[in-house]
C-alpha cells in the first residue's frame, strides 16, 4: 500500500524569497502611493493654511514615532505576525475614515501614518530575518523596483481621482492594503526567527534607546535615514504646496510625484553603479547633489518651472539614496537587536515628520515656501559631511567576488 503523506509545502512553509518581500513591498507601495499626493492637498483645501498643515503633521509625527518605538514592547504581548495585520488593518480603517472627508481626513492621516510606521518595524524584521547581510542592497533595490509601478502610477492617479470623486483614491488604497494582507498570510511568515531563547523579558524602550546610542555607527545611519526623509517631506508636501501657491494646476504635485517615482524603474541600473564602488561614494553623491539641486530650486523659486525642475533632478538623487542610504544602518545591525533596532530604524520617518514640519512652520513665519528647499538642501549638505566619517571600504565586495545579477 502507499503510504499517503503531507505535502512538505503543507507541513512547512517555504522560505521567505527577497521576491516575496519585494511582492509586498509592490502591494504597500499601492496604498501609500495612492495617497501621497491626496493628503497634502486634501488638508490644505480643507485647512486653507500651508501652517496649520505644518502643525498638524507636525503633532502626527509625534504620535507615530512614540506608536513606532513601542512596537517592540507591544511585541512581548502579541506575535509579530498579528502585529503586521493589527496595523494593515489600521491602515484599511484610516483609508476609509478619510474617504469621508471633512475632520475624517485628519483622522484618516493619523491611523494611515501610524499603520505605516508599525508595517515598517515589523517589515524590516522580516527581512534582517531572512536576508543575508550581503545581499540587503540587492533586496533593497528589488523592493523599490516592485514599487515602482505604484509609487509612478499612484500620486497622478489619486489626484485625478480625487477630481472625479473625492472618496475614490482613499478607497483604491483601502483595496490595495487588503491585497497586501492577503499576500502576508499567503507566505506565512509567521514571527520571525528564532536567534535564541529569551533568558529575561524584551527591553523596554529607554532600555533599547540607550543601546543605540551607545552605537555610533547606528546613530550616523540612523541620521542619513531621518534627513533623506526630511528631502522627501520637502518635496512630497511642500512642493505641491508651493505649486498652487505659484498659479500652477493643483495636480502639478502628483504629476512630479508620479514622474520622480518613474526613475525607480533605473534602481538596478543605480545598484550596479553602487556595486562597482562602496557604499561611502554612493551615500556622499547623493547627499551632496541633492543638497545642491534642493539648494537651486530655492534659487530658482522665483521663476517655478525652472524650480521645479531642479527639484525633480533633486529627488533622482533621493531615490539613490533610498537604496543605499539606509545599509549604514542596517549593515551594523546586531542579530539579537534586530526587532528592537528596527523599531528605532523606523523612527526615522516619524522624526523626520516632526522636524519638518516643525522646521517649516518656523521658516513660514519669515519666507514663503520656497524657504523650506533651502533648508533640506542645507541638511543634505551637512549629511554629505557626515558621510566622511564611514568606512571607505563598507559595503565593498571581496577580491574575486563578483555581484550577483539584479533580476526583477
Known amino acids: 500500500m502507499f503510504e499517503r503523506r503531507i505535502p512538505e509545502w503543507l507541513r512547512h512553509a517555504p522560505a521567505p524569497s527577497m521576491r ?18 491626496v493628503f497634502p492637498v486634501a488638508m490644505y483645501q480643507a485647512m486653507g493654511d500651508a501652517q496649520v498643515v505644518s502643525e498638524i503633521y507636525f503633532l502626527t509625527g509625534v504620535l507615530s514615532l512614540i506608536a513606532g518605538l513601542l512596537v517592540p514592547w507591544l511585541n512581548r504581548f502579541i506575535p509579530r505576525r498579528w502585529l503586521y495585520a493589527g496595523a494593515g488593518t489600521l491602515f484599511l480603517s484610516g483609508a476609509l475614515l ?118 555610533p555607527r547606528l546613530v550616523v545611519g540612523w541620521s542619513f535615514a531621518v534627513i533623506r526623509s526630511c528631502g522627501w517631506w520637502a518635496y512630497v508636501v511642500y512642493l505641491p504646496i508651493y505649486a498652487v501657491e505659484s498659479g500652477l494646476d493643483p495636480q502639478t504635485g502628483g504629476f512630479m510625484m508620479s ?33 545642491l539641486l534642493f539648494f537651486a530650486g530655492w534659487v530658482l523659486a522665483p521663476t517655478p518651472p525652472f524650480a521645479l525642475a531642479a527639484l525633480f533632478c533633486a529627488s533622482a538623487f533621493l531615490v539613490l539614496l533610498d537604496i543605499c542610504g539606509g545599509l549604514p544602518f542596517l549593515m551594523s545591525v546586531k542579530p539579537s537587536e534586530r526587532t528592537e533596532m528596527s523599531a528605532v530604524y523606523s523612527s526615522f520617518r516619524d522624526v523626520s515628520g516632526i522636524l519638518t514640519p516643525g522646521a517649516a512652520w518656523l521658516v513660514l513665519l519669515v519666507a514663503p515656501v520656497s524657504g523650506v528647499f533651502a533648508l533640506a538642501g542645507l541638511a543634505l549638505g551637512g549629511c554629505w559631511g557626515l558621510a566622511a566619517t564611514l568606512h571607505p571600504r563598507l559595503g565593498a565586495r571581496r577580491v574575486g567576488q563578483e555581484p550577483e545579477p539584479v533580476t526583477p
Request: proline share 4%; hydrophobic share 55%; charged share 10%.
Open 20 to 37: 516575496g518581500f519585494a511582492m509586498l513591498a509592490g502591494a504597500e507601495a499601492v496604498a501609500r502611493g495612492m495617497l501621497v499626493s
Open 98 to 215: 478619510a474617504a469621508t472627508g471633512g475632520t475624517g481626513v485628519v483622522g484618516g492621516l493619523v491611523m494611515v501614518t501610524v499603520a505605516t510606521v508599525s508595517l515598517f518595524v515589523c517589515f524590516n524584521a522580516y527581512v534582517l530575518d531572512y536576508v543575508e547581510r550581503a545581499e540587503l542592497g540587492r533586496s533593497e533595490t528589488l523592493r523599490m523596483f516592485y514599487g515602482a509601478l505604484g509609487w509612478t502610477i499612484g500620486p497622478v492617479a489619486g489626484v485625478t481621482l480625487m477630481q472625479w470623486w473625492a472618496p475614490a483614491p482613499f478607497l483604491v488604497s483601502a483595496a490595495a492594503i487588503c491585497g497586501l494582507l492577503t499576500l502576508f498570510f499567503i507566505m506565512r511568515l509567521g514571527n520571525g526567527k528564532l536567534i535564541t531563547r529569551a533568558r529575561r523579558p524584551a527591553a523596554n524602550p529607554l532600555r533599547y534607546l540607550g543601546r543605540f546610542f551607545a552605537q
Open 259 to 291: 514622474a520622480t517615482n518613474a526613475t525607480l524603474f533605473l534602481t538596478p541600473v543605480m545598484l550596479r553603479w553602487m556595486q562597482r564602488r562602496t557604499v561611502r561614494i554612493a551615500v556622499r553623491t547623493g547627499f551632496a547633489c541633492a543638497g
